[in-house]
């Protein structure tokens, strides 16, 4: 069963359309980096010809502790972003955490993301509804993915069905997450594009006390059997050198790991939609 596509400018999302590649770094740590990322990025993906949307956070708001980098905020951090998207012709994902960011967020992003934690905040929803912006909810770990369907009619409820769902990861007993790839083939009943985070669905939330942990090393592997599951696009977080990451490095892939990865995934889902 194919869900219904989703268009980001020259990128369809769903439809039956070949894997779309959602990556950057965790979060804005400086303009160079986040242009260099980006550029790294899109070279792999043109190479293989796989659509690419750039991601990244102008400020983390749930860092686990009142010490963690969060990012330079809304106001530079917008302006990196629109940098990125004007200069390498590719669209641009954020998250909003408050009904006042929205308004300034629209402007410049072309795929509005809602995280995790908020994933049932029914203002904030609605509100990105509003912009009739594709919407891509993030499915709190501490839900169940039939429990998607109340987010989804909460945002169809402004008259937009720009909307994506991401698993990544269900909360496992404390400080771990685990990925039931179930959650994708339950989601896309729903009709809309699935996406899969393999990175973070390898996080370790909380685990080193002021900030999470990672297991970098499954990444990859869960990101095959995303693909093989049917999810219709990779979201993961890709770092120059995550180990020296300001947030999330655990978690985070370099641009090798990545290059490594995208031939294979490509050629699953090119293999699963073959088979239908």
Known sequence: MFTKEVKIGE????????????????????????????????E???????PFIFK?????????SIDSFRGPGIEKGLEILEEVKRKFGVPVLSDVHSLS???R??????VIQIPA??????DLLVRAGETFKVVNVKKGQFLAPTDVLNIIRKIESTGNRNILLTERGTSFGYHNLVSDL????????????????????????????????????????????GVAMGCDALFLEVHPCPDKALCDGPNMIDFAELKRLLPLAKEIDRIVKRDG
């Open 11 to 42: 990128v369809k999302i769903g439809g039956g359309n070949s894997l779309v590649l959602i990556a950057g770094p965790c979060v804005i740590e400086s303009r160079e980096q986040c242009l260099e990322t980006a550029y790294q990025i899109k």
């Open 44 to 50: 792999i993906c043109k190479e293989l010809e796989m």
């Open 56 to 64: 990244s956070s102008y400020d983390k708001a749930n860092r686990s």
């Open 101 to 103: 960011e929205i308004e």
């Open 105 to 110: 967020a629209k402007v410049v992003l072309d």
């Open 117 to 122: 934690f908020l994933c049932r905040q029914t």
């Open 182 to 225: 179930r959650a994708l083939a339950i989601m896309r009943e729903f009709g809309y594009p699935v996406v899969y985070d393999a990175t973070h669905s390898v996080q370790l939330p909380g685990e080193k006390g002021k900030s999470s942990g990672g297991e970098r090393k499954f990444v990859s592997g869960l990101a095959r059997a």
